[in-house]
C-alpha cells in the first residue's frame, strides 16, 4: 500500500500535465479502494479496477525521478495492465474504468516511446467506440446519476475527444469523434477542485485500511 500511495503521489503531481487526469480522489476513493479492499476479483469492475491502476503505475513510474529514463519497471506494469484487462475485456462489459485504462495506455506509449504513436492511436480509436457504446458521448442528465458520476462522465470524454484530436492532427489522419454527434457539456472545474482540496481526507481513508 505505502508504494501505490507513493506512485499515486507522483501520477497526481506530475499528471496535471496530461489532459485531465484522475483526480486524486477518485483514484484514491475508487481505484485503490477497489483493489485493495477486493476480498477477490471475480468481476469486470475489479479487473478494469486492477488495470487501470496498473497503467497508473506505469505513468508514475516514468515520472519518478528516482528511477532511470525508460525504466523496465515501468513497461512491466503496463504489461501486467494489459494482463488484467484481458481477464475481462471491455467489449464485454463496459465500464468508465476500462476506457480510462484504454486512454492512459495510450498515454504510456507515447510518454515511453516503446509501443509508437500508431499503437497509441489505435488505443484511442477503440476508447472512442467502447466511449460511444455507453453513451459517454450524451449529456448524463438523461439518467439518474450522481453529480460524480456525471462530472466523471463529462471529464472522461472530453479527455478522450482531446486525445483523439491531437493525435489525429500529428499523424494527418481523420477524428474518430465528430461534434456533430456530441451533446456531452463540458465538466464543471469547480466540482473537480472541490474534489481535490477533500484528498488529503481520502489519502488517510486509505492509510487506515
Known amino acids: ?13 506530475y499528471g496535471k500535465f496530461l489532459y485531465s487526469p484522475i483526480p486524486r480522489p477518485e483514484l484514491n476513493d475508487q481505484v485503490l479502494a477497489a483493489v ?29 525521478s528516482n528511477t532511470q529514463p525508460y525504466s523496465s519497471q515501468a ?27 484504454l486512454i492512459h495506455m495510450a498515454l504510456y506509449l507515447d510518454l515511453s516511446d ?3 504513436s500508431d499503437s497509441a492511436w489505435m488505443y ?3 476508447a472512442v467506440r467502447l466511449g460511444y457504446s455507453v453513451g459517454l458521448h450524451l449529456s448524463s442528465a438523461r439518467w439518474k446519476l450522481t453529480n460524480q458520476e456525471i462530472q466523471c462522465r463529462n471529464r472522461v470524454f472530453w479527455q478522450l475527444s482531446v486525445l483523439d484530436t491531437w493525435s489525429s492532427v500529428y499523424l494527418g489522419r481523420p477524428p474518430s469523434i465528430l461534434t456533430a454527434f456530441v451533446d456531452q457539456p463540458l465538466p464543471d472545474a469547480t466540482f473537480v477542485s472541490e474534489d481535490v482540496m477533500t484528498s488529503d481526507d481520502s489519502r488517510f481513508s486509505l492509510l487506515r485500511l
Open 75 to 101: 513497461q512491466a506494469y503496463y504489461h501486467l495492465s494489459r494482463t488484467s484487462l484481458s481477464f475481462a475485456p471491455p467489449y464485454h462489459e463496459t465500464t468508465i474504468a476500462s476506457i480510462q485504462t
Open 124 to 126: 484511442i480509436g477503440h
Open 36 to 64: 485493495y479492499q477486493a476480498k477477490r476479483f471475480n468481476s469486470s469492475e475489479h479487473f478494469h479496477a486492477l488495470s487501470l491502476l496498473f497503467i497508473i503505475f506505469a505513468i508514475a513510474t516514468l515520472f519518478d
Open 114 to 116: 516503446s509501443g509508437g
Open 1 to 13: 500500500m505505502s508504494d501505490a500511495l507513493h506512485l499515486c503521489d507522483i501520477y497526481s503531481e
